[in-house]
């Protein structure tokens, strides 16, 4: 047993010095609303006074009545049981009650110091009210508040969901004896939606709030992207026929070629035809069954012989140089086309 504990104790038992107990001790409430304040006094008092931020406001004598500086103050026995308990009321309380709130019982009891916090709300607003916006374009809210005690905490919701405390900024700039604020909420207009602005305070039972709504127009068609593509995909359709094309006519071409044995059959039946305009002597040429395409594509001048026809080594292919026969197919050769002149003819003469 400590000696406070004793102290206490002896003091109770005689009933010489009284204790008393302020609660709260710390007492923070809206503006506009009622602080209450209870003094429990032990042992027998007479009188017990309320100072607030140092002005005397009531005086409460345990038999009489109780005198008070206005209507605000008040106060009262908490139960006709416990005569002990006091209860002090501060009503419509303003910032200018916030401070301390002394209660003094005389006698040997001494004074009690609780303390009063005043929050006051003021207003909140989105600036410039709805907006209206094209898709996809970055768009930005300001909430303003104004005449709040202390800063409160503004927040953001998007059609009623919280948004992240990275797409908005706070500030706040003191006004008088109280604080205006702005908040920038910028994010990227998708769809329409409700943007709601909360501004709370601890002694607030619910945010006080701004809503506007964000009106998305849809984005027009983006014609230079469509053209782009129509571009595109003409452009590959064309390229496809164009290939297709060549291929096609390509494949003509070899169609109309006439193949070695036909062409073989016809030059025979032609120079049998023209066997009689020969210089007698000269033989008939006939088939080289020895044919191949050597990949040479031309018989330069010097493979001709002045003798009138050539001799290539190693190969035994021989050039025909009959003029009559040259006269008469000439056409033939330019019909066929550069395709034809890759083959070489050995004919012996
Ligand atoms: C208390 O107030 C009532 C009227 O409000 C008055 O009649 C009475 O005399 C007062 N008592 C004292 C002790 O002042
Ligand atoms: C509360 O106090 C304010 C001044 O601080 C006053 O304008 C208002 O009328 C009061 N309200 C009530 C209900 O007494
Ligand atoms: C605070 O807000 C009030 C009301 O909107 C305005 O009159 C005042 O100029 C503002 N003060 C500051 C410092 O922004
Ligand atoms: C917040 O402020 C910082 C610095 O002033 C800036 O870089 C940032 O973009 C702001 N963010 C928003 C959402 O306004
Ligand atoms: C938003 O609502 C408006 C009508 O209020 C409508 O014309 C528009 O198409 C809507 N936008 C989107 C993206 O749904």
């Known amino acids: 047993m400590d000696l406070d504990t004793c102290v206490w104790l002896i003091v109770c038992a005689t009933g010489v010095m009284g204790q008393f107990q302020v609660e709260p001790l710390d007492s923070t409430v809206l503006k506009g609303t009622d602080a209450r304040f209870t003094a ?13 931020r140092g002005f005397l406001v009531l005086t409460f004598p345990r038999s009489g ?17 416990d005569t002990s308990c006091v209860a002090f009321t501060i009503r419509n309380t303003s910032r200018r009650e916030a401070g301390p709130v002394i209660c003094t019982v005389q ?3 001494g004074s009690k110091s609780a303390t009063l916090h005043v929050q006051e709300s003021g207003a909140v607003q989105i ?6 916006v094209a898709e996809d374009e970055e768009v930005e809210f300001t909430c303003v508040t104004s005449s709040w005690f202390p800063n409160p905490v503004v927040s953001w919701k998007l059609n009623g969901g919280p948004v992240d405390g990275n797409l908005y900024n706070n500030t706040h700039v003191p006004h008088g004896d109280s604080f205006n604020s702005s908040s920038v909420l910028k994010f990227k207009a998708i769809k329409n939606s409700t943007v709601e602005c ?17 009106v998305v127009v849809p984005k027009p068609p983006d014609w230079t992207l469509l053209i782009a593509l129509v571009c595109s995909f003409g452009g590959v ?17 070899k169609e109309k070629e006439p193949n070695y044995q036909d062409e073989m059959t016809r030059r025979v039946r032609t120079q049998s035809q023209l066997s009689g305009l020969r210089p007698p002597g000269q033989k008939q040429g006939r088939v080289n069954a020895g044919y191949v395409t050597d990949g040479r594509t031309n018989v330069t001048s010097s493979d001709l012989s002045a003798s009138g026809y050539s ?3 190693p190969s035994n292919f ?21 395709g034809f002149r890759k083959h070489r003819h050995a004919t012996t003469v």
């Open 107 to 109: 006698g040997d009891y």
């Open 127 to 132: 600036q410039d009210g709805d907006l209206k």
């Open 65 to 81: 009545n109780v005198s008070s500086a206005s209507e605000q103050f008040s106060a009262s026995i908490c139960s006709a049981e």
């Open 237 to 253: 359709a064309l390229l496809f026929l164009l290939i297709y094309g060549i291929f096609f006519c390509y494949k003509r071409k």
């Open 40 to 52: 429990t006094v032990q042992g027998k008092w007479e009188v017990m006074t309320w100072n607030v």
């Open 198 to 214: 909360l501004a709370m305070l601890p002694t607030l039972t619910k945010p006080l709030s701004s809503t506007v709504f964000l």
């Open 311 to 313: 001799h290539t080594t």
């Open 318 to 338: 021989f050039e025909m140089p009959d003029a009559v026969y040259n006269i008469h197919t000439e056409n033939d050769y330019n019909n066929v086309g550069e």
